[in-house]
């Protein structure tokens, strides 16, 4: 009998939108004028996107439907009252406060809940959920599983948090210094690695024992769902959509960037359990995102987002082929020995820079640099994940050394072919192989805050 493992897509493509090619000089020239950061690059000097994953998803037919029936009424618009029946019946949170992306929700959720003074212990930090818990006066400590760490270990819950480590933070600082404990699905900062139903459950036990909130970050909690379905007993049988449900029931509310799972290029949102904390956030909102029935979005925005959350979650093929396509990269690369995050994660291919330009010492930005040759050599954008992002301990100035230095390939939702990544795996398969030309970066800019956006650097020649 033949083993069917395809993960072809459950949809055919109705429209085509090309993309530029460009020759190596004019990739050579594009990356020194971005201050050989891939975030200051144009789109159309890229041949193929993997800077990131969020925003970036096409949206189905279905969805551009809807967005001719989004209501722009000011206030009480039919298309935010769908979308609180979508995000009740999907995540099962009462309280709905829109917002105009992920950051927007993590800005409410930290102005009303943390003082300053305040600790909040997370599983691996993520760069605009920090700030906003800093910008609150808290401080982020990272309590997630040794494991997370090392991007060889094989552990199926790589994203799980480390019940010791909650109890050591919540002894030493006392609980009412603890306001919430933020729980992020699927890690994104660890290479997409998922937390297990059981971590999920004891960390809220753990919480509600103590008097502790838990808040999750369900951005990418549909990718979560499936590796639950996938690697943890009792589950196998189990659909999608009640696992996602299951996630989020051991939880008091939760931010969402709707720019990945979600299906949508924009938008996002808070949710929540409790109607005074909806209350106190609706409070905010009208100041900082928009009245408390739009939050930042369009009507249209509202309604192709309440479909795409109905739609991640109709079938289970969606996130089959979804994750299937990051893990057929995933495979052609461990297959050539480039290393890599392991287990392959939920919403991309992980490259580990500390493994492949060790000759690279980390305050010359291994990851940055591998970036920038990645991009040079066939247009393949993706994103440094390593020292640059982690900027600098506000106490002491000097840089955060991560133990993961990696450079990031995020596959966008429903965008790409096979062919696509066939050509991406020969891209880093080759720098790979000529690695050792690949040589350090310095500043020539730095900004204070969330550097990686817009820092620009130079090589510093061997
Ligand atoms: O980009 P926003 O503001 O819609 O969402 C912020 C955000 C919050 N949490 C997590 C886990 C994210 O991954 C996230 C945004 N991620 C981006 C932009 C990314 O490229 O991964």
Redesign the pocket.
């Known amino acids: 009998m033949v083993e069917r493992r395809s993960w072809a897509e459950p949809f055919r493509i109705k429209v085509v939108e090309p993309i530029h090619m460009t020759t190596r000089e004019e990739r050579v020239r594009a990356i020194e004028e971005a201050g050989y950061n891939t975030f200051l690059l144009r789109a159309d000097d890229v041949y193929i996107d993997l800077l990131?994953?969020?925003g970036t998803s096409a949206m189905s037919d279905r969805q551009w439907a809807s967005m001719m029936i989004g209501d722009e009424a000011y206030a009480g618009s039919h298309s935010f009252y769908r979308l609180v029946d979508a995000v009740q019946e999907v995540y099962g949170y009462e309280e709905l406060v829109p917002t105009h992306?992920?950051?927007?929700a993590?800005h409410i959720l930290s102005q009303i809940l943390i003082s300053p003074g305040d600790v909040v212990p997370g599983n691996m930090y993520?760069t605009?959920?920090r700030f906003h818990q800093e910008y609150a006066g808290g401080r982020f400590v990272d309590v997630i599983v040794e494991e997370a760490h090392d991007p060889a270990d094989l552990h199926p819950f790589k994203g799980n948090i480390d019940l010791a480590k909650l109890q050591a933070v919540i002894d030493e600082h006392g609980a009412e210094k603890v306001p919430y404990v933020s729980f992020?699905t699927n890690v994104?900062m660890a290479g997409g690695q998922p937390a297990s139903m059981a971590n999920l459950k004891a960390t809220y036990e753990l919480c509600r024992a103590n008097d502790i909130l838990v808040m999750l970050?369900a951005?990418?909690a549909l990718e979560n769902a499936y590796f639950i379905q996938q690697r943890e007993a009792g589950f196998e049988d189990r659909s999608i959509g009640s696992i996602l449900r299951e996630i989020c029931s051991y939880s008091d509310g939760a931010?969402v960037?709707s720019?990945?799972d979600n299906l949508v290029n924009i938008g996002?949102f808070l949710a929540l359990r409790d109607p005074e904390l909806a209350r106190r956030a609706r409070a905010l909102l009208v100041a900082f995102e928009g009245l408390q029935t739009y939050g930042g979005m369009a009507g249209r925005d509202m309604e192709a987002l309440a479909t795409g959350i109905r739609e991640m979650v109709a079938t289970d093929d969606h996130i089959r082929a979804r994750i299937g396509q990051v893990e057929y990269l995933g495979d052609l690369l461990i297959k050539a020995d480039v290393p890599v995050v392991r287990p392959i994660g939920g919403h991309g291919v992980f490259l580990d820079a500390a493994a492949i330009v060790p000759h690279v010492p980390q305050d010359r930005f291994p990851a940055q640099a591998l970036t920038a040759a990645l991009y040079v050599d066939a247009g393949v954008r993706g994103?440094e994940r390593g020292v640059v992002s982690a900027g600098r301990d506000p106490a002491t100035g000097d840089h955060k050394y991560p133990k993961l230095e990696l450079v990031r390939l995020?596959i966008p939702r429903r965008v790409y072919t096979q062919a696509h990544m066939d050509v991406v795996a020969e891209s880093v398969i080759a720098v790979h192989e000529q690695r050792d030309r690949i040589e350090g970066l310095r500043f020539t800019y730095e900004p204070e805050d969330l550097r990686f956006f817009q820092a620009r650097f130079e090589p510093i020649p061997a």
Do not use: V
């Not at 992306?101 to 927007?104: E, S």
């Open positions: 990131t994953d969020s992306q992920g950051r927007g993590e993520f605009t959920t992020e994104n970050d951005t990418r931010t960037s720019k990945k996002g994103m995020t």
